[in-house]
């Protein structure tokens, strides 16, 4: 468990703006960096999978390869897998709209081919 110093956090902030800070005891007035009553939330500062970009967004770009990744994608949206990780749920959402766009352009193309 890691303790700073408020006035340590203080003074952090305060030398990024160019300030200085004049504190020469903090009074003992301690903070908790990591959140003790919900320890889901240290699980996000783990790197997300594929490189950091995570399962989703990953996806998009391998699903310009082969569109059936899309599809899989869209199933773990649907399956709500980005209740694991919130993180992924933009990558994963962004999925889906590729697959519907991507059932939409071939059922036309289809329709024009075929009609």
């Known amino acids: 468990m890691t303790l700073r110093c408020i006035c340590d956090i203080a003074t952090a902030a305060q ?4 300030q200085s800070n004049g504190c020469k005891n903090c009074g003992g007035n301690y903070i908790l960096i990591k959140d003790e009553e919900d320890p ?4 996000f500062n783990k790197p997300l999978p594929c ?6 967004w990953c996806s998009v770009l391998l699903g310009f390869v082969c569109p059936l990744i899309w599809y899989c994608a869209a199933i773990l949206y649907l399956c709500r897998y980005y209740n694991k990780d919130p993180r992924e749920r933009s990558g ?19 329709a024009a081919i075929y009609l």
Do not use: F, K, Q
């Not at 030398?15 to 160019?18: A, D, F, K, P, T």
């Not at 889901?40 to 699980?43: E, F």
């Not at 962004?94 to 519907?100: E, F, G, R, V």
């Open 15 to 18: 030398m990024e703006n160019g």
């Open 40 to 43: 889901r939330l240290a699980m």
């Open 51 to 56: 490189c950091g970009c995570g399962i989703g």
């Open 92 to 110: 994963l959402a962004a999925n889906a709209i590729a697959a519907l766009v991507c059932t939409i352009v071939t059922l036309i193309t289809l």
